[in-house]
């Protein structure tokens, strides 16, 4: 009898374990869309504390309940290989080692510190990233993202969890669709009516960037769509059809609940094309057209393929109601390709250029934009932050290795769809056709955006390919022996279990530590950006407390994340303007000799800092700058013309190495540079004109 009362109560402490699970994973899932797809420190910090969290509970529940055990699934493999690329990345090692790993970094940086002596030493070891303050950025969201991974393929066994989960996707999808067409309607430029945007022009719902929300929108139809199709299976399986039966069932409580889905699905539809996003429109059609296929040819009896194409009909007439003319506007672009992608089948080509010199392992992951200008030929103005190709930026940042293995994840969680699609038997197997339309939207939506660099699309697309593995693995009998059963046979695994959940929680008490020094270090920055663009309009003739504020805030950002180049770029450009305010009548500026002292210790720490990230251009322009025109030093000019070579489409470095050639006597160069400096920044054009 005791037994009995210990064992009841020990299912309903599970039961809770479960639901706490069920809903720290609804939380985050809510809140990232609703917190700009959660791209600022403050909200990153946030979505590691609720996977921290997340996989706090479950490890307690396999600690406590010992009937519970972990699944066994192949895609773990790529996933641990795909972490361990970026732990190797971050790990400084022998210079002998990375030659044979990876020649191109060793060579590239040997050419950057090959004539400053007091950086010689910092070839003796190093690590195979480039910048290694985005790449542990970068390791820290894909481990965030593989744990709530681990947890749904772990976690979700019973229909009636997969069922919930869909449903809260689906609602949150469904939300963001209202804010995105209630600012297009109603809106004044501003998400949520008061958070400007860049663009002038918020029409994307909480997300900046319309592809971002199109990826978002995408996948929550997915989930939509896998509710609605497992409502209509349960529902409907072995009745007959008929006007009358379809009448009564639409007036009872599961005919609106299917009512309501497919309204979120079509306001979806709508709001994908409404939100001028090519790549989503395309994502969309062809994951429409396959999955109506992949139903007409599995199910042909049941009219499954009528349904999406009835309310792909229904989301056309409301594309007519918002905005057809633009609509059709934008999507006419496609008859040109060229033009459609504007430059991004040259930052490719590009890619493919910096892949073939970093062929294994990569340039590190997150470095796309501090390596990328160096091979950048398509001469924009805008710094190209993101490869707007996925597949291209893996392969630049990770290598062949890392695109092997996210090309092994994929392929495997498509032979778990394949698996599910081809059994069906059960209702909730039909879910596979849903989470197999946002995922194949999104996939070819990858081929033109970045959007899977958001955690709040990255994180669902980790959630629909573990809900895929959960309907793969139902009903399959595991013959792998669990790790964390309670038979004595499997101790050993049970003490493994419990050294693996340990090193997790004190990397994840790392992880946390890192992200809140971040979030910190933003906040003290945002603090600097307001007060840079106050002196600029000043034109830097601010008084010296202003200067002093300026730098103080930006040393205690810089000093809470010591090793964000950008941070410590800037601080050490405050400090020199601070101290090069006051100039002679031809413009000169004038340095007591204290100043001069500064201006080398200024110096110094640039070429500290660029250690810290070497392909960093704007760093070795300024250092250069001030070696050759402050301190009157010769190798200030090799760092100049490194700049370069690093940042060739850096309207500020053209100009400073465009000057400094005319007054070293290479006016051919020096024009060129000129003219590159104006072509990409007009505002230079009298500063350049005044110089020739």
Known sequence: MGHNHQSAAGQVCANQCDRAVEWLL??????????FGAVAAWSEQIVLFLCAALWAVFAAGLLLFRQRRLRWHWTYIPILAFLLIGVVQLVPLPAGMV?????GTVATRQQLFDDAPELQSHLRTMPLSFYPWATGHGLRMAFAVATVFSVVVNQYRRPAQIKRLLAAVSITGGAVVLVCLAQNLFGNGKI???????????????FVNHSHLAQFVNLSMGAALAWLVILVEEDWRDKRVDAAAVADYLRSPRGKQAIIVTLLLILGMTTVFVSLSRGGVIGLLVATAFTTMV????????????????MALMAFLC??????????????????????????????????????????FGTGLGTHAVVYPMFDRSALPALAGHAENEYAQVVEETGALGLIALAAFGTLAWASYARVVKRARHPIDFAAYGLGFGLLAILIHSFSDFGQHLPANAVLSAVFCALLVCLDLR???????????????????????????????VLWVWVLFQADRSRLAERHWARVSDMAE???????????????????????ASGLDPRNIHYRHWLNVYRWRSISRATDPNGMVLLSDPAMEFARRIAQDLRDAVTLCPTFGPTWCVLGQLEYN???????????????LLSPNDPTVCLVTGLTDLGCGRPQEGLARLRKAVHLDGRFYSEVARAC
């Open 26 to 35: 609804i939380v985050l899932l809510a809140f990232m869309p609703f917190a």
């Open 99 to 103: 030659q044979v790993l990876s020649p």
């Open 192 to 206: 949520y009516w008061f958070v400007p945007v860049d663009s002038g022009t918020a029409n994307s719902g909480p």
């Open 295 to 310: 139903l007409s040819l599995r199910h042909p009896a049941r009219g499954h393929g009528w349904v999406l194409a009835a």
């Open 319 to 360: 594309v007519l109601y918002m905005g057809f003319d633009a609509v059709y506007e934008r999507l006419a672009t496609l008859e040109n390709i060229h033009e459609a992608q504007g430059g991004r089948l040259q930052i490719v080509k590009d890619i493919l250029a910096a892949w073939v010199r970093f062929p294994m």
């Open 475 to 505: 009903n399959r009998v595991e013959r792998r022996p669990a790790l964390g059963t309670a038979s004595a046979q499997t101790q050993g695994a049970r003490h493994i279990l419990v050294a693996l959940l340990v090193c997790s929680c």
């Open 534 to 556: 106050r002196m600029i309009e000043a034109d830097w003739q601010e008084s010296d407390a202003a200067y002093a504020d300026l730098i103080s805030q930006a040393s205690q």
């Open 630 to 644: 402050v301190l009157g030093e010769e190798q200030g000019l090799s760092h100049l013309r490194k700049s370069f």
